[in-house]
C-alpha cells in the first residue's frame, strides 16, 4: 500500500483483523539501559505490532510484564520490558478488546470487549445483534473462562472498562448506553446501574476504578466529570459526584495509585463536532475520600492520543495505540507501533 495515501478506516481494521491470524508481532529492540536493575523498564517502549491498536493496559505481577487488548484484533497480549510481544488471549470474536484489569488473587484477566468499531465501519453484518460484553481469560494459558453478554438488546452497546473489588466482581462501564453493569465473579449480571449525570450524546462513562474503601471512582469522558459510586452491588447505589477543581478536556481511562491519587489519561478522539481538545496526563488527590478533589499535576502528553494508565511498581505507564487511525482514518505519527510511557 502506497504509505502517501491513508488508508480508510473500514481497511485498517479489516488488514489488522487478518494480521491477527497466524502472524508473528515484531517489537523494536531497547537500549542495554533498559535492563538496569534497579528499574527494569525502559522510560518509553516503542512497540511495532501493525494492526494492534492497544486501548486498555494492565499490568502483570506474575509475568512483571504488560498486557493490551487489541481494538482491531480482540486479543490480549504479553508486552515484556524488552518490547517482545507475545499472544496470550487468541481472538474469541469479531470485536475489539478495551479496557481490561489483572485480577492476580483469582488468577484472571478481566476484559472489555464490543463490535462497535466494527459495526461502525460495515465490517460486520449490521442485521445482526451487537456485541458487547465483559471476558475473562486465564492469566497463565489465555483460555476463556466466562464471556458475558452486556448489550441487554441496546442498538449500540460499547463495553468500555473493567475493575474488580476485592471479591471478584466484576464492573463494566458502557460509553454507548451510560451504564456500569455488576457482574459475579461466576459470570452472571446483578445488575446494572444508571443515573441522568451519567447521560450524553456523545461518549459516556469510561475509566473506573475499585477504591479499597469499597466504592467506585467512575470517570465521563465527555466534560471530564468523575463520580463516586457507593454501595455499587446493593440494589440503590449511591452516586455523588466529585467537585474538581478543574475539569480536564475528558476523562479516558483513569487508575488508582497506591498513594491514593488518581491518575487521568485526557485526549479529544470520541470529542463529538471535532471540538479541540488536549492530550495530557493529570494526577488528582483527595483529602475528603473522593467528595472533591485537586489537581496536583497536569502534563500535556508528548505522545499523542494517550488512552489509560498501568500502575506498576516501577512508575505509571501511559499508553498511545495509534487509535486515531481507526476512528477518524488519520494515520498515526508512527505508523504499525505503540507507545507505553512512564509519567
Not at 165 to 175: A, E, F, H, L, N
Request: aromatic share 6%.
Amino acid at each position: 500500500m502506497n504509505a502517501s495515501v491513508p488508508a480508510s478506516r473500514r481497511t485498517v481494521l479489516r488488514l489488522a483483523t487478518a494480521g491477527a491470524v497466524g502472524g508473528a508481532l515484531a517489537a523494536t529492540p531497547l537500549p542495554a539501559f533498559a535492563k538496569s536493575a534497579r528499574c527494569p523498564l525502559p522510560r518509553t517502549l516503542s512497540v511495532t505490532a501493525p494492526g494492534l491498536y492497544p486501548e486498555g493496559v494492565a499490568w502483570d505481577p506474575r509475568r512483571k510484564a504488560f498486557l493490551v487488548g487489541s481494538s482491531a484484533q480482540g486479543t490480549i497480549s504479553v508486552v515484556k520490558a524488552d518490547g517482545s510481544v507475545t499472544p496470550l488471549v487468541a481472538p474469541f470474536a469479531q470485536v475489539s478488546v478495551l479496557g481490561i484489569a489483572v485480577d492476580a488473587p483469582r488468577g484472571r484477566i478481566v476484559a472489555a470487549y464490543t463490535d462497535y468499531f466494527f459495526r461502525q465501519l460495515g465490517v460486520v453484518d449490521p442485521s445482526l445483534p451487537p456485541v458487547s460484553g465483559v471476558g475473562v481469560f486465564d492469566l497463565a494459558t489465555g483460555a476463556v473462562q466466562h464471556l458475558v453478554d452486556l448489550s441487554a438488546g441496546q442498538p449500540e452497546p460499547r463495553a468500555n472498562d473493567v475493575t474488580v473489588d476485592r471479591d471478584g466482581t466484576i464492573y463494566v462501564t458502557d460509553t454507548g448506553v451510560d451504564t456500569v453493569s455488576v457482574v459475579s465473579r461466576d459470570g452472571k449480571v446483578l445488575q446494572v446501574i444508571s443515573d441522568d449525570r451519567f447521560v450524553t450524546a456523545d461518549t459516556g462513562p469510561n475509566g473506573i476504578v475499585h477504591h479499597p474503601a469499597g466504592y467506585l471512582l467512575m470517570g465521563k469522558y465527555d466534560g471530564g466529570r468523575l463520580f463516586r459510586i457507593d454501595r455499587p452491588r446493593s440494589a440503590r447505589p449511591v452516586i455523588s459526584e466529585v467537585r474538581l477543581d478543574r475539569a480536564p478536556t475528558s476523562v479516558d481511562g483513569i487508575a488508582l495509585r497506591p498513594d491514593g491519587s488518581l491518575v487521568v489519561a485526557a485526549n479529544d478522539l470520541s470529542l463529538a463536532g471535532g471540538r479541540a481538545g488536549r492530550d495530557a496526563v493529570v494526577v488528582l488527590r483527595s483529602t475528603d475520600n473522593w467528595r472533591t478533589a485537586r489537581t496536583v499535576q497536569d502534563q500535556t502528553w508528548p505522545v499523542e492520543d494517550p488512552t489509560t494508565v498501568a500502575v506498576t511498581p516501577y512508575g505509571d505507564y501511559v499508553i498511545s495505540g495509534g487509535l486515531r487511525e481507526i476512528l477518524t482514518g488519520t494515520p498515526s505519527s508512527t505508523p504499525g507501533q505503540f507507545h507505553l510511557r512512564r509519567r
